[in-house]
């Protein structure tokens, strides 16, 4: 966290104290009851003791940035006028990067591709074990994913010294994501442009293995069809 140039973490009020803070952040577009916070913060919260406990919470979020920033009394919201969110800025390229997959402006996608990418990398809140925290994860695992498609898609149409990328991209779903297909498409295409055909067949025979093993299936008739395509070049 950071505000005018100043680092805030050390300010918050202990480990509790950023969790809250990261759960207000990632509901902020809405109210949340002290019930909620409670389970966001501890495993089976007493309610006797949820007041005494979350008062003082709130009160330090309200020191360090402001009694305007934390609103509501049985709910609360926080108010961050302006304020740059990673996960949000991900949430938003992603979109614009798939929007400019699907409509060939390549030149376009490649940065938002990489915002999404970057940002959903990081690890969220690193160490913590909640329910809501592994929400956030297999959300930013997904974008991760998806990232990395538009990024594979993207590199592999400009070409060039782009190449090199699409394959790393393509590698990297393949690991992520073993059971979609589209990783492997993109490897053995990028493969097979930077003259390594026999590689990218390889690719398909891994794709082959994988799936006969895990599911009892076929590749689908459009890996099929990269696949037969490359032995047009063979």
């Not at 949820?50 to 305007?68: A, W, Y």
């Not at 055909?197 to 459009?222: I, K, N």
Request: negative net charge; charged residues 25%; aromatic residues 6%.
């Amino acid at each position: 966290m950071e505000r005018d140039g100043h680092q805030l973490e050390d300010a918050l009020p202990g480990r509790q104290g950023r969790l809250l803070f990261a759960y207000l952040v990632v509901n902020r577009h809405r109210s949340v009851d002290r019930d909620e916070l409670a389970e966001a913060l501890w495993r089976d919260p007493d309610p006797a003791s949820v007041e005494s406990r979350l008062n003082p919470l709130l009160s330090k979020l309200r020191r360090v940035f402001g009694t305007t920033a934390v609103e509501g009394r049985s709910a609360v919201r926080l108010r961050l006028d302006d304020a740059w969110v990673d996960l949000e800025v991900a949430a938003a390229a992603i979109h614009r990067a798939e929007s400019c997959v699907a409509q060939g402006e390549w030149t376009e996608a490649w940065g938002p591709a990489l915002t999404a990418l970057f940002v959903s990398r990081r690890s969220f809140l690193p160490g913590e074990d909640a329910l809501w925290i592994e929400v956030v994860r297999r959300e930013l695992a997904q974008i991760q994913v998806r990232a990395l498609e538009c990024y594979a898609a993207t590199a592999l149409t400009l070409g060039g010294t782009e190449l090199a990328a699409a394959v790393r991209a393509g590698g990297q779903l393949t690991e992520l994501a073993p059971l979609r297909e589209s990783g492997y498409r993109y490897l053995m295409r990028a493969l097979a442009a930077t003259g390594n055909v026999a590689e990218a067949l390889r690719v398909y025979g891994e794709l082959c293995d994988r799936l006969r093993e895990q599911l009892g299936v076929s590749p689908s008739t459009a890996s099929r069809a990269v696949y037969e395509s490359l032995l047009t070049e063979t």
